[in-house]
DNA sequence: CTGAAAGCGCTTACAG
DNA sequence: CTGAAAGCGCTTACAG
């Protein structure tokens, strides 16, 4: 196989030195290099299949074009899969890597990983230490915060995303004339946290409709839990649930059929996610949900952003929410 | 902050040259050097905390401590997240990297990813095709291709595993006295590959027990199609249900549900995966799945050893295996 | 057994 | 506007 190009094997068919064509290539002193020499490089550069050596790149610059990407050790359910799917081939698009690192039950060794990677930046489904947040700021690494991570602490838009796809909820059972709503809410720490802020949400849009506050049932999705949960709503005149997820939903699902309890007349029921599984009940579940490609795009674009030193754009939240109406509301 | 120490910095604590260090900390010259001066770069290295410079290194060897990581562009169920976290962080264990990259509905250009990040390692989870077999068998990269990849490809334990975690299915079925069995199948042409192989294997034990061959119904995980299902399948006498995965079968158990038929007295139900939805449903959903942990245990060993172009170890395929007897069976 | 030195492929002050 | 050159931190023949 032939040798992989170089910048200097670049330089010599373009007949400049390699400091020119690193010059265009990069396009770093803007404006001082005339158009004709750009385009004598440029084409040097295409007809030998030009890549750079990213490792040169790093080992020169002490920046690599890896992005870490930190993952909570959960179940990884479909909404965090896709993201992490959308992340990686988005951020592929802008020659950058996506580093998978797995917070285990212990204590994960950032430090050395920051290390020995050299990250660009970081993206964290989970919520960072200050120690660890210090670790990045000393070494000027851009750091996004998202999913997992408390949603008080992130940048404005994650958070009013969130809080949209809530009161979305909400808005649709309300529409649907009813006035007394439950609530699902897990018991599993480790969901907790974005759970409560969810019911927060839920609780102030319903606050907004001057309605009753919702009956908050908890409950682990086992039949058993959901039946009780079920109980406790018709006991107290509830005639919609609003969901944290797709899964509670469904586990209200079968619980309503397992008590006889006609969905959507007697009950309505809605979740949060549209995972694929919506469809295998009847009736199929309704549900709200985060354009995933839209949320990572802005996403990936406040990090380059803040990679470049550049301030961050806005970005427009109503296209990043999915509200399908299906048949249990 | 503290400069990072290198190797120079670490040869001049120790009071040797950075030749030496480099082949203590590589291990390389093996038995030339003498342990009183390897405790001594040892030391040293350990008190300034070094860590090698991984750019310095790819560049310096051409091969990166990077690990391409081939993802399908399929909605990521629970087991292949659970993949992707155990291969992460196993690989972290081992000082490499994952690099995740996700195959769109477009052509993958890997040949640009390959020569970004010249990679020591990848992990496909898809099938590769001959030119991309190509490109890294040029490189003298080594390759595993797993889950989503064709089976018959693969190398002997991986297809074993798969095999006898069918065989599994239809063992239990068989113990609890059923002797007309149904199958569910997916229509989804994503899925078809892995779900066609599962297929042959049930019918492959189905028929060592000298039973009747099964009836195959196939169906997407939409509420009617299952009730369609079911309808066959009573007509024909089946008593229990194997399925391609968990989610089939929780589509199978609803659609039993509707149309009256008691699980398991009337209709058994035995899914793949163990997802954490099997306890919402009633009665809870018999599976056999993958121990994942042990199961990517034997993939990173096959990887390491192909990197280091040391002979393939074998494996024991039992304890990959995890069968949960619930209430559908 | 150990060290001096070349060189991997870049970027970027600096000089002209 | 362009080029010569240093140097990022390693590994590894090679010499002693």
Redesign the pocket.
């Known amino acids: 196989m032939p ?6 094997m ?2 010599q068919r373009a ?9 265009v ?2 396009d ?2 803007s ?4 158009e ?2 750009k385009t004598l490089v440029r084409r040097a550069a295409a007809d030998l299949g ?4 990213v ?3 790093a ?4 920046k690599s074009r890896v992005v870490l990407f930190i993952i909570p050790h959960l179940p990884i359910n479909f909404t965090i899969g896709e993201m992490m799917t959308e992340i990686g081939s988005q951020l592929d698009a802008h020659g950058y890597v996506a580093a998978m690192l797995t917070t285990g039950e212990r204590k994960l060794d950032l430090a050395s990983t920051v290390h020995a990677t050299s990250p660009a930046a970081a993206i964290s489904l989970v919520d960072l230490t200050p120690e660890e947040h210090k670790l990045f700021a000393s070494r000027g690494i851009a750091v996004v915060e998202t999913a997992f991570a408390s949603l008080d602490k992130q940048g404005v838009w994650h958070r009013q995303l969130q809080r949209a796809i809530s009161h979305r909820q909400i808005e649709h059972l309300v529409e649907r004339g009813h006035t007394q709503i439950g609530w699902a809410q897990p018991v599993d720490p480790r969901l907790i946290g974005l759970a409560n802020m969810r019911m927060a949400w839920a609780k102030e849009a319903i606050k907004s409709y001057r309605l009753k506050p919702p009956v908050v049932q908890r409950f682990a999705l086992k039949g058993a839990e959901a039946d009780r949960a079920i109980k406790a709503w018709r006991a107290k005149g509830v005639t919609a649930v609003a969901c944290y997820s797709d899964l509670w939903a469904m586990s209200t699902l079968e619980a309503a059929r397992r008590a006889g309890i006609d969905v959507p007349s007697e009950l309505a029921v809605i979740g949060i996610d549209n995972i694929p599984l919506t469809e295998i009940v009847e009736p199929p579940l309704t549900s709200v949900s985060v354009n995933m490609k839209r949320n990572v795009e802005a996403l990936i674009a406040d990090l380059l952003a803040s990679i470049a030193d550049e301030p961050q754009l806005t970005h427009d939240i109503e296209p990043m929410i999915k509200f399908v109406k299906r048949g249990s509301t």
């Open positions: 040798k992989r190009a170089t910048l200097a670049v330089a007949g400049v030195s390699v400091a020119t064509v690193s010059y290539l990069n770093k002193p404006g001082r290099i005339p004709s020499t030009y890549t750079p050596n490792a040169a790149q080992l020169r610059t002490g």
